[in-house]
């Protein structure tokens, strides 16, 4: 089965800094790989995720994953953050190749802090 | 659309007492998806439903836990009896599968449950 770390628990940022949270799965296979995000007192929420095709994906909000087959990471970045991206991002990866599972596998999360 | 519902969102009971947690899914969502979080074990899957049948419940931590989808648009999750060690904030999500796990998973709000 496939497993996920996120070697940070906690990064604290200052505002309009740039910010790299690291994600690592288990698996060399072809997986699916996703980032959530959950704002305090709610749901996860999607933020990205790669399928196939290009490497580099992007959200809405300036957040940005790439996904590095040889050194099974799929690290997430942002240039400039703001207040508003203090939350919690989990990375998750379906459990078998190619999301023969619907079941996905998320990391124990990563608190991001953005302060003024 | 209103999202995924979750039902108390909040519940305080004593040891041993049944504890029952609903969800109603997005309507036309063919997945559903019971996951529990807790700060020393993350984000577990329970089990998930799709079209109303359990395909996997091999999260399900003891014979105390039990989950139910009589129909499309409601699911219960049941501990019977419960211990402290349940106290945890229960997800529900749900997604419209179109094959495997690369479908976004849409989670609701969460039910944060202690036991005393």
Same mark, same amino acid.
């Given at each position: 089965?496939?497993?996920?770390t996120? @070697?940070?628990?906690?990064?604290?940022?200052?505002?309009e800094?740039?910010?790299e949270?690291?994600?690592?799965y288990?698996?060399?296979v072809?997986? /699916? @790989?996703?980032? /959530?995000?959950? /704002?305090?007192?709610?749901g996860l929420? %999607?933020? @990205?995720? /790669?399928?196939?095709g290009?490497?580099? #994906?992007?959200s809405?909000n300036?957040?940005e994953?790439?996904?590095?087959k040889s050194?099974?990471?799929?690290h %997430?970045?942002?240039p400039? #953050?703001h207040?508003?991206?203090?939350?919690?991002y989990?990375?998750?990866?379906?459990?078998?190749?190619?999301? &023969?599972?619907?079941?996905l596998?998320? &990391?124990?999360?990563t608190?991001?802090?953005?302060?003024? | 659309?209103a999202?995924?519902?979750q !039902?108390?969102?909040?519940?305080?009971?004593?040891?041993g +007492?049944?504890?029952?947690?609903?969800?109603k899914?997005?309507?036309?969502?063919?997945?559903?998806?019971?996951?529990?979080q807790?700060?020393?074990?993350?984000?577990?899957?329970?089990?998930?439903f799709?079209?109303n049948?359990p395909?996997?419940d !091999?999260?399900?931590?003891e014979?105390?836990?039990s989950?139910?989808?009589?129909?499309?648009?409601f699911?219960?999750?049941?501990? +019977?009896?419960?211990?402290?060690?349940d106290?945890?904030?229960?997800?529900?999500?749900?997604s419209l599968?179109?094959?495997?796990? !690369?479908d976004? +998973?849409?989670?609701?709000?969460?039910?944060?449950?202690?036991?005393?």
């Open positions: 089965a496939q497993s996920v996120q @070697l940070d628990s906690q990064v604290p940022v200052f505002e800094a740039p910010v949270l690291r994600c690592n288990s698996s060399s072809s997986v /699916y @790989l996703f980032w /959530y995000v959950q /704002y305090p007192n709610q929420q %999607l933020l @990205l995720k /790669y399928l196939s290009s490497t580099l #994906v992007k809405i300036g957040f994953a790439e996904f590095n050194q099974t990471s799929f %997430l970045r942002k400039s #953050v207040i508003s991206d203090t939350a919690e989990f990375c998750a990866v379906s459990d078998l190749p190619q999301g &023969g599972s619907e079941k596998v998320f &990391g124990k999360g608190k991001l802090t953005v302060n003024p | 659309d999202g995924v519902i !039902s108390p969102r909040h519940e305080v009971t004593e040891m +007492q049944e504890v029952t947690l609903r969800c899914p997005i309507s036309g969502h063919n997945s559903l998806f019971w996951y529990r807790t700060m020393m074990r993350g984000l577990e899957l329970l089990i998930y799709n079209n049948v395909i996997d !091999s999260g399900m931590p014979d105390r836990f989950a139910k989808m009589p129909n499309a648009s699911s219960t999750l049941k501990i +019977q009896p419960s211990e402290p060690r106290s945890a904030v229960y997800f529900c999500a749900s599968r179109s094959g495997g796990a !690369s976004t +998973q849409y989670f609701g709000p969460g039910t944060r449950l202690t036991v005393l």
